[in-house]
Each structure stands twice: as structure tokens, then as C-alpha cells.
């Protein structure tokens, strides 16, 4: 179970690019995660509130943009997305293949944010 | 001021700092002619054993070290001393997996020029490794045959994460009915092309294939006496 770490991680990352953007309070992270980052969502989610709690990032969403399995094929010569992470096979000619073009992905791709009202 | 929220775009990988030191250390490894190499498996497999006699088979002709990973203990590198490789243990507390930062911080006080093979065993788990390069140029996926055929379809990702597997314990194969054909189709479903080393650290079966494999990829590896520094 290492998704606490990863959602620690996400939680100072989003705070480090919050902070250089002034004053201003992240209402969502946008997270890329490929199916063979070794990354579960759900432990992911859960992991977040925790790592969220008494930090700026309080009551903040993660959404999650889950990123299928894409192999090249050597026989068709194209990205072909694997029906299963069991089977890398080419899904319409069946060649296996070892080429993993996305699925690997553990990555913020953007944030949500909210300029808080300064004291006049 | 406008309080209506703005989408501002990021792009960056969780892992980088990971990844930063991960890439640093295979440079390292590159420049000094070191062949890394780490060891992934479930608790149990055989790795500390198989590891052993590694070191022990490969000490008298090359230089070799091992960096071991575990939770709590310190036993493994107590063992592995027997061996006469230099061993550090890195204990990880309740992390659960090796980060590139541990093994960057282990290798402290070692000059890697004086090494031909570094061996780097990871923390016993099929789950959180898959997600961390640790700079090594291969990575050792362990099976040993009672733990049973379908472990790779179990584990995809860190199988397909792997470079080798290496089914251990191979005296016990009989005794536990292994079907060898059903566990190399499944590491083939996981990961084509993957190459399979089926041995026994106990009895000495198949190990020197497995070394010769290894020696091989050194001499891959390491630069020509012109690029090293």
C-alpha cells in the first residue's frame, strides 16, 4: 500500500504550483493514471482525503482520469489498446507484443483553482 | 477579485523526483561499468537465498555488492555476509518498496568503480515496487514453484514491469506438481519476449545459465576503457 505516499506527493505538488500562482485555493486536482502505473484508484481516493486533512488542500477533490493499456503492434504497425492487462496481445490480429505505448501514466495534468477574496 | 474558478494546466509526473534520481544513479552505474540489478518478489520466494549464492558464486572472479531492503530486520545482510560480498541492509521502517533516494543514500561510502555487479533486493511485495525505478538496468522478477502458475496473471503489472523472471526453488517442483508450461505461458501473456531462468539456489540447477546470462549482459553494458573517465 504505497498510495499514501503517492497521495502525499500529489497533495504538496499541487500546493507548490498553488502557491506560486498567489493567492488562491485548489478546489480539484486533475490527475492522470495509466492501468499499469501500480496504482489502485479507489486506495488512491481514499488516500487523498487522508493526506488533504489540515493541509491548505482541505476538502479538495482528486479526479481521476484513468488511462487504458496502448501496445504497438509489430504486425499491424499501430497503437492497438490491450482488452486485458493479462494478455498483451494485438486485440484484432493477436500478435503478442511487449511495446507499451500509455498506461504508465502517474501524472497531475491540472488544477482547479479559486482566487481567495484578500481583506480590502 | 473574481472568485470563479480557473482550470490552470500542470503536467507533471508524481514520481519525478523519483525518476530524477532513478536516471542519475543508472548514469552512475553506466560511467563505472557496474551491471545493477534488482530482485522483486512476494515474501517467501527464495529471494535472500537465490541472492546468496549469486554473490557467493560470483564473488571469487568478480566485484560484487548487494544492497538488501526489509521492513524491520537486519538478518538478510547478516546472512549474505557469509557470501564475503560487501552487503548494507537498507530498512525501509513501513515503507513497503525501495525509492531510488534509498539506494542513492545506501551506496554512500562506495566507490562503484570497484564493483562489476551491484545487486539491489527489494522489499518481499508484488504491489507498490512496479511504481519505482530504481536506476537499476535489469529487474529480477522472482517465482518460486509453490506459489503456483498463475502468479503473473495475479501481478501483471509488476511482471510486465521486469526485465527476467526467474522461477526458484526448482527442487521442489515435483513435490508441489508445478506446471512449468502453464507459468512460462503466463509470464509470456504478461510480458513477450520475457526471458525465463528456471533454477535451484539449493541444489544448483539451472544457475549456470543464469550466471552466463549475467556475465553476458555486463560485458553489454559496460563502456569501452576509452569512455570511462
Redesign the interface.
Known amino acids: 500500500m504505497h498510495e499514501l505516499s503517492i497521495a502525499m506527493s500529489i497533495v504538496e505538488m499541487a500546493q507548490e504550483e498553488a502557491e506560486s500562482r498567489g493567492t488562491v485555493q485548489v478546489q480539484a486536482v486533475h490527475l492522470r493514471l495509466g492501468r499499469l502505473s501500480g496504482v489502485v484508484k479507489e486506495a488512491l481516493l481514499s488516500s487523498y482525503e487522508m493526506a488533504c486533512h489540515a493541509t491548505p488542500l482541505e476538502g479538495s477533490r482528486l479526479l481521476i482520469e484513468e488511462i487504458p493499456v496502448e501496445v504497438f503492434c509489430p504486425k499491424c504497425e499501430g497503437p492497438r489498446l490491450v482488452t486485458s492487462i493479462q494478455w498483451f496481445c494485438c486485440p484484432e490480429c493477436g500478435t503478442p507484443t511487449p511495446t507499451v505505448l500509455r498506461g504508465k501514466e502517474l501524472e497531475v495534468v491540472a488544477l482547479d483553482l479559486k482566487a481567495l477574496e484578500t481583506a480590502e | 477579485?473574481?472568485?470563479?474558478?480557473?482550470?490552470?494546466?500542470?503536467?507533471?509526473?508524481?514520481?519525478k523526483?523519483n525518476d530524477v534520481i532513478a536516471r542519475a544513479l543508472r548514469e552512475r552505474f553506466r560511467q563505472a561499468g557496474v551491471l545493477a540489478v534488482s530482485f522483486v518478489s512476494s515474501p517467501g520466494s527464495g529471494k535472500t537465498a537465490f541472492l546468496e549464492k549469486t554473490l557467493t558464486l560470483l564473488h571469487p572472479r568478480s566485484r560484487v555488492a548487494a544492497l538488501v531492503g526489509d521492513l524491520a530486520t537486519e538478518s538478510d545482510a547478516a546472512r549474505l555476509a557469509r557470501s564475503q560480498a560487501p552487503v548494507k541492509q537498507i530498512i525501509t521502517g513501513t515503507?513497503?518498496?525501495l525509492e531510488a533516494a534509498m539506494v542513492q543514500n545506501a551506496l554512500d561510502g562506495w566507490d562503484l568503480n570497484d564493483l562489476d555487479f551491484l545487486f539491489i533486493e527489494n522489499v518481499g511485495n508484488l504491489?507498490?515496487p512496479?511504481?519505482y525505478d530504481l536506476g537499476e538496468d535489469l529487474r529480477f522478477v522472482l517465482l518460486s514453484v509453490t506459489e503456483g502458475e498463475d502468479k503473473p496473471?495475479k501481478y501483471?503489472?509488476?511482471f510486465?514491469?521486469a526485465d527476467v523472471a526467474i522461477i526458484t526453488k526448482s527442487d521442489l517442483a515435483a513435490a508441489v506438481e508445478f506446471d512449468e508450461a502453464a507459468a512460462r505461458r503466463n509470464v509470456?501473456?504478461?510480458?513477450?519476449?520475457?526471458e525465463v531462468f528456471k533454477l535451484s539456489a539449493k541444489t544448483g540447477e539451472g544457475i549456470a545459465e543464469y550466471l552466463e546470462f549475467l556475465e553476458h549482459r555486463r560485458m553489454r553494458s559496460s563502456p569501452p576503457a576509452s569512455a570511462r573517465r
Open positions: 477579485m473574481s472568485a470563479e474558478p480557473r482550470l490552470v494546466e500542470v503536467r507533471k509526473n508524481v514520481l523526483q515503507v513497503c518498496h504491489v507498490c512496479s511504481s496473471l501483471p503489472t509488476i510486465n514491469s509470456q501473456a504478461v510480458r513477450p519476449g520475457m
